[in-house]
């Protein structure tokens, strides 16, 4: 209940700080949160403004759900074997700094400018922020809660399932939170280029006719996509970590 006052309270200040200042802007700049709100009402009675949303949304979810199925394996092995995590640790200090939205013409061009290439690029992304905070949480796990389990005569698979993925599910959780502000950027750049729905295309489209109420309405939809993945995960780690909670 607190929360939901506190997100009440929070979207009080906002709205109230941004009719401020479109007051002191001057709505041709800065168009109010009313004018806006009318906006995203009409948009909301079209087909095309909800297939806008939809296919951003899918190419989130699936770039997520990739992320998380290839890159949370990875960062589990190599943080639980210290020969796997020295083989490939250079390799991944050598990519992890470099940033991969310039791989984007590349990308797109091996894997077209639909929904699949600009999947593979939020997935190349997100990738490397799964893999870095599994690794690293799964190296976290101490000597003693290793050696404690196989006194008892747990085999290597019982360390894994009753040590390391309970101690590295919570990291896991927290990078998917902080990747849904990286991933909605990014979606942003990535569907302004070659496509004709998404949001991105959505905001950029408005721009280019000059429709400032269009603009602020993908600018609120995207950040409520992101509002909701933060929420989603939050949930998901009270659920599956509870015991994280105590």
């Given at each position: 209940m607190s929360s939901r006052w506190g997100y009440?309270?929070?979207?009080?200040?906002l709205l109230t700080?941004?009719?401020?200042?479109?007051?002191w802007a001057g709505e041709d700049v800065l168009v109010g949160p009313?004018?806006?709100?009318?906006?995203?009402?009409?948009?909301?009675g079209t087909a095309l403004f909800w297939k806008h949303v939809g296919t951003s949304s899918f190419r989130i979810l699936a770039a997520l759900a990739i992320a998380f199925v290839t890159a949370t394996p990875v960062g589990l092995a190599l943080g639980s074997s210290r020969r796997a995590d020295k083989f490939a640790r250079p390799l991944i200090y050598l990519t992890y700094p470099v940033p991969k939205i310039v791989l984007l013409p590349l990308v797109l061009l091996i894997f077209g400018l639909g929904d699949l290439g600009k999947i593979v690029m939020l997935w190349i992304i997100l990738f490397f922020q799964l893999l870095i905070t599994t690794r690293d949480a799964a190296r976290g796990v101490s000597k003693a809660a290793r050696y404690s389990l196989y006194s008892l005569g747990?085999?290597?698979?019982?360390?894994?399932?009753?040590v390391i993925w309970p101690y590295s599910l919570p990291?896991?959780?927290t990078a998917l939170r902080i990747a849904t502000g990286t991933v909605v950027a990014v979606l942003f750049f990535v569907e302004s280029i070659g496509t004709r729905y998404g949001m991105g295309f959505y905001i950029m489209d408005a721009w280019g006719r000059a429709d400032i109420p269009q603009i602020f309405v993908g600018i609120v939809v995207l950040a409520v996509m992101g509002v909701g993945l933060y929420e989603t995960f939050d949930v998901c780690e009270?659920?599956?970590?509870?015991?994280?909670?105590l």
């Amino acid at each position: 209940m607190s929360s939901r006052w506190g997100y009440l309270w929070s979207i009080a200040v906002l709205l109230t700080v941004w009719q401020l200042g479109a007051w002191w802007a001057g709505e041709d700049v800065l168009v109010g949160p009313i004018i806006v709100l009318r906006k995203l009402a009409s948009e909301a009675g079209t087909a095309l403004f909800w297939k806008h949303v939809g296919t951003s949304s899918f190419r989130i979810l699936a770039a997520l759900a990739i992320a998380f199925v290839t890159a949370t394996p990875v960062g589990l092995a190599l943080g639980s074997s210290r020969r796997a995590d020295k083989f490939a640790r250079p390799l991944i200090y050598l990519t992890y700094p470099v940033p991969k939205i310039v791989l984007l013409p590349l990308v797109l061009l091996i894997f077209g400018l639909g929904d699949l290439g600009k999947i593979v690029m939020l997935w190349i992304i997100l990738f490397f922020q799964l893999l870095i905070t599994t690794r690293d949480a799964a190296r976290g796990v101490s000597k003693a809660a290793r050696y404690s389990l196989y006194s008892l005569g747990g085999s290597r698979k019982d360390l894994f399932v009753h040590v390391i993925w309970p101690y590295s599910l919570p990291a896991v959780f927290t990078a998917l939170r902080i990747a849904t502000g990286t991933v909605v950027a990014v979606l942003f750049f990535v569907e302004s280029i070659g496509t004709r729905y998404g949001m991105g295309f959505y905001i950029m489209d408005a721009w280019g006719r000059a429709d400032i109420p269009q603009i602020f309405v993908g600018i609120v939809v995207l950040a409520v996509m992101g509002v909701g993945l933060y929420e989603t995960f939050d949930v998901c780690e009270r659920v599956f970590c509870r015991w994280n909670k105590l």
